[in-house]
């Protein structure tokens, strides 16, 4: 017996009864069957195999890729947590070191204090009046970071204006399944996908308005800290949850845009939809686009990857998605509306991948090491690669930053990377962290401050990226494995106005 979770309601079975939740709506060790039927709609897509060597892909030799009207393991198996909660906390879940040391000895920050940048949502036309209310709300809420406590089953989040923990959630009902990857909508929610199958992908709520009161109890019973930790069927910001099963986990995760428009003072899109990229079997890399309010698989693509896995993904102003495949090693582009799907075979072995501005994907190179790893930018209007060669190699996570600035997460030896990339020059290759051990993800927070997430000593940085003075340490983050879009200021970037 299946079960398909979406707080505050479980259905069990087939798609009818997913229909049905659907419409009430407007991992190794959890119990589970392999009962019939899909919440997939059936998709055709062709794929493209590009040489990105100046040629555009319609010039390309093609190799085509359909897919079927149904797909049995796509319905996934979810786990309920709709249990009645009363508040209470783990209290297995206590772990001391979880906490936050600063340089400025910053206090926890009030819900309602004001900011001056819009840390939710890229906004789009003309101020009116009638906005005020509506940007007010939206200055109001907390900027956050979002990352994953690999190790120990869960996520947490952290206000990049204090540095503070505001909460620590389980993503999934065991701890083997191992979140990672996390990607933060216009909204302010979060998507987390788990490196183990059939783990699958996890969405939070970002702040307790946009959680659910599923017990009626008046109140949102949610995490409030570190070692505030609840059930995994008690915590009412959990919004849903859907499995990917078979293979490896997803890694590449990816939120289309969502702009807020001041003309209407409304989202454009408030139910943005998710891509997530895994692989099922051996060669198949699977890529699935999820209703942002549900988890309900809305499209399937499969992709030739040859023997790699999916690992970094991005989207640029379109909705279109990016992902790199380690091994093959390829870059992916699927049209948003057409799904047909591109292939691109990279100069080295791609990490992270992040877009720029101007819509050209930027890779970090983990290949070789010194001499042959580079910062590598697409150029989607010549289709081509082009590398930026710095002194040392072995690139992670990458992010770039309002002024073009890309920064990587750099092994052998552990540093941050930072390189220009108006005028493709590497302008520092050893700026140093503090008990680096092994840095893996880089993200910008809305003042342009550069975090870094180190999993072997289970630490995030932040970076001013002039001075490169650390000006916060947050602690105990069990292994942190995460190295994405973790602040959702890089989806709003490819929204926003380009450099100078």
């Known amino acids: 017996m299946q079960t398909y979770f979406v707080r505050g309601a479980v259905v069990r079975g087939s798609v009818v009864g997913l229909a049905l939740v659907l419409a009430a709506c407007s991992g190794d060790d959890s119990s589970r069957d392999d009962a019939g039927g899909s919440a997939t709609v059936g998709t055709s897509v062709t794929m493209t195999d590009a040489t990105a060597s100046g040629a555009s892909a319609s010039e390309s030799a093609g190799e085509s890729v359909t897919e079927g009207g149904s797909d049995s393991e796509s319905a996934g198996t979810s786990t309920s947590t709709t249990g009645e909660s009363e508040g209470t906390t783990d209290a297995s879940e206590s772990d001391s070191d979880g906490t936050t040391t600063t340089t400025t000895g910053v206090t926890a920050s009030d819900s309602d204090s004001e900011s001056d940048s819009d840390s939710d949502g890229t906004s789009t ?22 990352i ?35 990607t933060v909508n216009d909204l302010g929610d979060m998507l987390v996908a788990h490196r183990e199958s059939p783990g699958g992908v996890t969405k939070i709520a970002g702040h307790a308005s946009r959680c659910v009161d599923s017990n009626n ?23 849903w949850h859907q499995e990917t099963p078979g293979g490896a986990g997803p890694r590449a995760v990816a939120w289309e845009p969502s702009p807020f428009n001041k003309d209407t003072c409304e989202f454009d899109n408030p139910n943005p939809r998710v ?13 699935l686009r999820l209703d942002g309010a549900t988890g309900a698989i809305l499209d399937t693509v499969d992709t030739d990857i040859g023997g790699g896995l999916p690992y970094g993904g991005a989207v ?18 699927i049209d948003s509306d057409t799904l047909a799907v591109e292939r691109f075979t990279t100069p080295n072995n791609p990490y992270g991948v992040a877009i720029d501005s101007y819509g050209n994907p930027f890779l970090a190179d983990y290949h070789q090491g010194a001499g042959v790893d580079a910062i590598t ?23 770039i930053d309002t002024k073009g600035i890309a920064w990587a997460a750099g092994n052998s ?7 220009d990339t108006e005028n493709n020059t590497i302008l520092d290759d050893a700026i140093a962290l503090p ?31 002039e001075t490169h003075e650390v000006k916060n340490t947050v602690t105990g983050l069990i292994g942190s494995y995460t190295y994405s879009d973790m602040t959702g200021n890089s989806l709003g970037l490819v929204q926003g106005p380009k450099p100078g």
């Not at 109001?140 to 970071?145: G, T, V, W």
């Not at 891509?275 to 890529?287: D, E, F, S, T």
């Not at 880089?442 to 001013?464: F, H, K, P, T, Y």
């Open 217 to 239: 109890n008046g109140t949102i019973d949610t995490s409030t800290g570190f070692d505030d930790v609840r059930a995994w069927d008690e915590d009412e910001c959990t919004i």
């Open 377 to 399: 930018r697409f150029n989607v209007e010549t289709q081509s690669f082009e590398q930026i060669i710095g002194v040392a190699g072995r690139h992670r996570g990458i992010q």
């Open 148 to 182: 994953s406590n690999t190790l120990g089953g869960t996520v947490t989040k952290i206000n990049t204006e204090t540095a503070v923990i505001g909460g620590r959630y389980r993503t999934n009902s065991a701890t083997a399944y191992q979140p990672s990857r996390t």
């Open 275 to 287: 891509w997530v990229a895994y692989r099922p079997a051996a060669g198949v890399g699977r890529v």
């Open 125 to 146: 036309g003309e101020p009116v009046d009638e906005c005020e209310d509506e940007l007010a709300e939206i200055d109001a809420k907390e900027p956050y970071i979002w």
């Open 435 to 465: 008990g680096c051990q092994d840095p893996v993800g880089v993200s910008i927070d809305q003042e342009g401050d550069v975090w870094v997430v180190d999993r072997g000593s289970s630490i995030a940085l932040e970076i001013d990226p």
């Open 316 to 333: 640029d102003v379109e909705g279109d998605f990016w992902y790199t495949a380690r091994s093959g090693p390829f870059l992916f582009h």
């Open 413 to 419: 030896p552990c540093r941050l990377v930072k390189a």
